[in-house]
């Protein structure tokens, strides 16, 4: 079994920063990237940010320079710092975690609302 959790979500208002943090636990053996995606009301799911084992990291064009991802191998965890929020950052942000093997493991999901 292998549990996703993420934690850190909630409410902030425009120009405001937020961290979310994700940790994987259970059988999880070897991870190769970890990311956080979104999925805004009325749209797509969409990748946020994600990172490798070896520290490389994918932004969305719409997050580059707001936002930055961090991970701990040997926690497993991961870590979305997000800064000056737009109120289309609002969605519900979920963690992914990608085994070597291909296998994708997610989380259940954090609400984060851009509002003032």
């Known amino acids: 079994q292998v549990q996703v959790v993420e934690s850190g979500g909630g409410l902030v208002q425009p120009g405001g920063s937020l961290r979310l943090s994700c940790a994987a636990s259970g059988s999880i053996g070897s991870i190769d990237v970890m990311g956080w995606y979104r999925r805004a009301p009325g749209k797509e799911r969409e990748l946020v940010a994600d990172?490798?084992?070896?520290?490389?990291?994918n932004y969305a064009d719409s997050v580059k320079g707001r936002f930055t991802i961090s991970r701990d191998n040997a926690k497993n965890t991961v870590s979305l710092q997000m800064e000056r929020m737009e109120s289309e950052d609002t969605a519900v942000y979920s963690c992914?975690?990608?085994?070597?093997?291909?296998?994708?493991?997610w989380g259940t999901g954090t609400l984060v609302t851009v509002s003032s």
């Open positions: 990172i490798t084992r070896g520290g490389s990291t």
């Open positions: 992914n975690v990608r085994h070597i093997s291909g296998i994708k493991y």
